[in-house]
């Protein structure tokens, strides 16, 4: 008499991996673009948090908890999903889909491993572990390689039944993921400082514009709006702008360490960013508006890589002539909205040699750096502003923190130190004996920036 | 032990059959009788019953009688209401003249056992409380929840807001559940019915009507409330937090037709509300600015006083008053609006309430019809209405001597506006509460110009964010706009029905088949137009739920006297019940035509989805109850029943059972007890029982679904909107080892009279332990799900009540009755098994929660870091660092509770009074945390002075003799500035640390007062045919004394959930004056 009704008449209990592939690619979007990038853009001097919690935020008061949800959507959402999907994808031989879960995966934990450092992931979404161990920072950088170069057999491969109309990003262009593959493995080789690596595999990775990983946005719907604009419009108006934020101030062409020079004027690109002296641009034209796709891997940032790593590695003029393709894609006004891109309005004339000379307009100052270095700096403030509203920017700094004579000089919001990592969050410590003890606290850097 | 049962049923059935074959040879005569009363008035309408058989009579208008007997050893009782009961043996003679007594208020009374059958409290080895129907309807509330507060121990009932027919939470001896609800099962004429607050959210958005609340409180004849498991092991997995048993009136057979009406006008004011500042305006350090979120601004008395200074060169708005709004340049006036912005909020409320009864009956059938209407007019204008019709008829009828029918059935209509509040950006306070003072918030909706000429908005929201209404999103909504154009309302038919057939073939055995139905829809809208906060494109909300519950019981009831000191009964019965339940509703987001008709069609297919939900649960059971009772001390009943039910996992058992027993001695009948003149009677009762929790449906198997991905504080990204569409796999972990919780309980107690039974003393101590409960055990995300639903926890409350009567006064004019009840209830949750903590409710700052080791609802936040010795640990600055890790700081629970009531009769004037007060416990004032934040707060309101210099938290120095905005404070390293810098930093609501916000919730409360008076007049009778007219003046939480400023501290942000102590711009609380009329015809 009551058996058999406790059958779920609402929901499923089951769906095939191409019926996934859209919500893990989405997942991953709301990781990449959410409150993670808007939090690491307050503390890289993109973004001012003045209102209620960004407030605290902004002054690097938060704690565990904080992070509770970011960390159980990329748990126990996106990450255990792509691990079903990769299974599923498997089990039906569709290797290209298994590769492009591959993908997102590797975008997914990197960002989490740069921010986070030691993480759960070779036990990670596992029925048998309820207590999954962290995994060592470099350990998991060395898996994303390995996932990644799996990825791109996958994704070569010819076993496949179409996805395009699920795939969001590339709708089944596999030309695009390789390259896409490559770029981020070069990232994550930068992110360890394994730059010859990185320069090898960035030769590989995006090369163009139209081939760039984007998350799409449409004015449809809300639930298809950039979540930078949802957020700045629509759910927390007046809680965060850019007012007298340094990277306002090094784009705007009047801010008070512009950036601009002879050969460079940043007025389109400031404009495209902020379209005042304060605040951050969210109409329809701007970089956080409503329908603009937000850059997940990109053309310029695989430019911006074989710059620093080329010079790194093979010195001043190597790095120069990289340097000089990515100021001429600039010059063409790449990712900025053509309504900006007036004729005068931006301008990234090439450098010489000489410009990083002591002396040279590259390399003022009372201290001069080398020719290199000065290179290298100019590199990774391109690379700070290429990076505005991205994870990268924060990775960036934190990379970079050791060497203070090239990196950008983001000043402190308030104390004395500045944010080295993510909070461990507190469901997490919680529930899981194995989460390290003690806690690292917010100044503490990840391994790989010790 | 099941076999056991069965074996010892037959046995007794079998002597039931012969004692009554024996029985039936008797011969019989006719025995004829008077019944006067302690006047020596005749007594019409009582009845005399056979002892022993459902033979019975009533008397006549002269108090007459006559009955058949079957010898003179024969015993007759004769009982009337409001008088002892008597057994007398038939005798010899004829005629036999009785004499009836006035029982006093609390001696044998009748009380309702889990069955819905009657039985005699001195008999019973639990502890019960009966609230009377004069104490119902005499309460001054509209609703029946809050009618029963203070009246029972081991009872808490607690208002969550002022909302009219709001939930309120109720307790039986403390939360024995964790994550499932803990209201208690309300079973009305027998059959269960639904009693919840549906579509409550832990950040109390909307504050719902309790469907307890659709029962007009005059339709109800007693209320019963069985407080432990034993009493209700017979309704196995529903009555783990008690039963409610509530008998609706029926009319007196043999009577005239009774006519009665009431009607009652009640007005409400708002009774605490928060203190604002109106010395500084809005802006930011120390400066006016128009816009700003806070009011952090300029000292207002500095102004020039002039008029201010407007742009009216550019864009600008006109009111819905007419007038035109210029953005202000330069703030000079010094007006301010405190005032003005609450009275545009709130009124006088009012509620009519009118009801009326019809009821008789001829010796054979009796019927009660009523019909009713409340139409309340809550404190808030415009949207905060509430209306109950209803209409109920209850019939009987003694077809022949074996079988007799009866009927109970209302429908009820209520219609109610409900309010946006709590944590919630469209809610009514967050609006109001955080207006700068210098802001008025009247022309809230109006045209937007541009520019001036130029083309315009039409509707567009004005708000203290938004002066001209330039913007779209006004931030916060204007409170104007939330009660004038929001619109959430809720609309219920309901329909409760109850049949009852009882076949009485012989006089020891009864055939008792009860079939109830409580059928209701709820249909609840919300509208937010275009520009309001939240939903700036407009939102349009329907839900349809209809929700049936269907119960049947088929009852077998025996009974028999085996000799003249030792008699038994036995009840053996099948229960089915079936919860159905539908949910078809949606959300269009987006208006295509933004005034258009309040329908989905108006959005484009992509922006509505849709919400589409079934339930269904059936469970059924066995059950038997047994008792005997020796010499007429000694009472033991034992009860057990079978259940299964379609929630239980496919792993786990399919069945279980209940257990209970109960056992209670009149120690008094001792013979030499029997001489003390001062104790009256005395009697110890113990029991013990079993009863469960069933696990809420359709979580055996993990889910997939449509997910959509939120982020933070920010929106969220639907896959729905891309591609194909998605289903990925939940994050909850579906569980097939689900089964019921388990609570035990164990009680003793006694009850005692003395003093010629003037003086009655109950107490009770209990212990019960919940095992297997359930709760959503936190997972390590990285393990791949959030929560597994399981049995995992257990939790157990220890208590102590005491009931105490006196009748200080009994003259023939004049009595005085003084009550007192007095509860105590310690909880604690023993295990989480390593679930780490379980968020209950309240806020995202401060939450209550389930803690391992913690009473439940434990409050839960960050603290600031102290040291070894507890001191705090500070900055350089000398201000307080924050713990990053929150921990639990304080438990909302009282220590105690107790009511104290006092009746006081002289002739036909009357006083009823009910004094409440709960002892201890923590609340947490979030919405006063947040006026710190925004600088709306008195407390921020006070310009300082320090004679030395002080440091302000974000390091700056103020010179010693500089005025500033804020307070002085020594965190223990010296003087230091709290003022903005702190404020919206850790000393403010969003700095994280809730523990400065929590105050002690001890409150006093004078719940109610009646005066009344009735006229008895034979000339009111002759001329108009009014029997009796009463006036009633009644006062209803008239005051609350505590030691928090601005609400209740029994408010709370979760609505009727178990998370408590959590209160964030939940709406005021109320006191009420009642002028009640009554007629009788």
Known sequence: ?450 | MKTAYHVKGFFMMSILVLGILIQSHAQSKTLKGLVVDEKNNPVQGATVTLKGTRTSSQTDVTGSFSIQVPNEKAVIVVSFVGYESLEIAAGNSGTININLKPSSSSLDNVVVNALGFESRKDKIGYATTRISAEAIANTGEAGLMQGMAGKSSGLRVSRSSGDPGGSSQILIRGQSSITRSTDPLIVLDGVPISGDARNESAGGQIVQQSRLNDINPDDIANVQILKGASAAALWGTKAANGVIVITTKKGNSGSKANISFKSTVSFDEVSAFYDLQSTYGQGNNGVWALNAIRTWGDKIASRSGADDVLNTTGGFFVGNTGQPIYPITTKNSRQTYNDKNYNDIFRMGSFLDNSLSISGGDSKSNYFMSLSDLNQKGVVRNSSDYRRTSFRLNVGRELNKWLSVSNKAAYILTNSNRLQAGVNNAGLLIGLLRTPPDFDNGDYTGRSFASPGGAFVNDRQRSYRNAIGGNANPGFNNPLWVINSLQNTSTVNRFINSTELNIKPTSWFTLTGRAGIDYFTDRQTNFFPFFSANAINGQYSREEYTESQFNIDVIGRAQHDFNSKLSGNIAIGYNYNSLNSSTLGGTALDFILPAGPQDFNNVTPANFAVNDRFLNTKTNAGYTSMGLAWNDQLFLNVTGRLEAASTFGQQANQSFFYPSADIAWQFTRLKVLEKLSWLSFGKIRASFGIVGVQPLAYRTATIYNTRTWSDGFGGALDPAQYGTGSFVQDNDKGNPFLQPERKQEFEVGADLRFLDNRLTFGFTVYQNETRDALISVTQSPASGFNTLYSNAGSIENKGLEFDLGYNVLRKKDLTLDVNLNWTRNRNLVTNLNGAGSINLGGTAGVSSRAVEGYPLGILFSNTFQRDAAGKMVLDANGFPTVDPTAGPIGDPNPNWRAGFGINLKYKQFYVNALLEHSQGGKVIDGTEGVLLDYGTSAATGFERISDEPLRRFNGQTIAAGTPFRGNIHNFGGGNVALDQSWYTGPGGWFGNVGEQFMHDATWTRFREINIGYNINSSFLKRKLGVSTIGFELSGRNLFVISGVNGFDPDANNSGSSSGRGVVYFVNPPTRSYLFTVRLNF
């Open chain 1, 1 to 450: 008499m009551v058996e058999g009704i406790n059958d779920n008449p609402n929901n499923p209990t089951d769906a095939d991996a191409s019926t996934m592939l859209t919500s893990v690619l989405i997942g991953n979007v709301s990781i990449q673009e959410g409150e993670m990038a808007r939090i690491a853009g307050m503390w890289s001097g993109y973004f001012r948090g003045f209102t209620q919690q960004y407030q605290s935020y902004h002054q690097y008061q938060v704690v565990a908890r904080n992070y509770d949800a970011a960390w159980q959507n990329i748990y126990s959402g996106v990450y255990k999903n792509i691990k079903i999907l990769k299974q599923k994808a498997t089990d039906i031989n569709n290797r290209r889909m298994l590769g492009v879960a591959q993908v997102a995966e590797a975008n997914l934990m990197g960002t989490v491993t740069a921010l986070w450092g030691d993480i759960p992931y070779s036990q990670a979404a596992d029925e048998q572990n309820t207590r999954p161990a962290f995994d060592g920072q470099q350990a998991v950088y060395a898996y994303i390689q390995t996932l990644l170069d799996s990825a791109i057999v996958n994704l070569n491969s010819t076993s496949f039944v179409s996805f395009a109309a699920q795939d969001i990003h590339f709708a089944g262009n596999m030309m695009r993921w390789i390259q896409t593959a490559n770029t981020l493995k070069a990232r994550y080789f930068l992110q360890v400082r394994n730059y010859g690596a990185a320069l090898a595999a960035a030769q590989n990775g995006i090369n163009a514009q139209a081939n760039n990983f984007m998350a799409p946005h449409f004015a449809t719907n809300r639930g298809a709006f950039n979540l930078y604009f949802q957020f700045l419009s629509l759910d927390r108006p007046n809680w965060m702008d850019a007012t007298g934020m340094y990277g306002i101030n090094l784009v705007n062409p009047a801010g008070n360490r512009s950036r601009g020079n002879t050969k460079t004027n940043e007025r389109a690109r400031w404009s495209f960013f902020f379209n005042s002296a304060t605040n951050l641009n969210f109409t329809v034209n701007g970089f956080f508006g409503q329908s603009t796709f937000f850059p997940l891997a990109t053309f310029s940032e695989n430019l911006l890589i074989l710059a620093e790593a080329d010079a790194r590695i093979n010195g001043f003029a190597a790095g120069l002539t990289r340097l000089n393709t990515y100021r001429a894609y600039m010059n063409t006004g790449a990712y900025i909205n053509t309504l900006y891109l007036t004729a005068g309005n931006f301008r990234y004339d090439p450098y010489v040699a000489g410009d990083f000379d002591a002396g040279g307009m590259e390399n003022l100052g009372t201290a001069p750096l080398s020719n290199v270095r000065a290179l290298l700096r100019e590199i990774i403030e391109e690379r700070y502003v290429n990076f505005i509203g991205q994870i990268e920017g924060f990775n960036d700094l934190r990379r970079v923190f050791k060497e203070p004579d090239i990196r950008v000089p983001v000043p402190l919001n308030f104390g004395a130190q500045f944010p080295q990592r993510f909070l461990y969050p507190q469901v997490e410590i919680d529930v899981n004996p194995s989460t390290p003890n003690p806690t690292p606290i917010l100044f503490d850097p990840t391994p790989v920036n010790r």
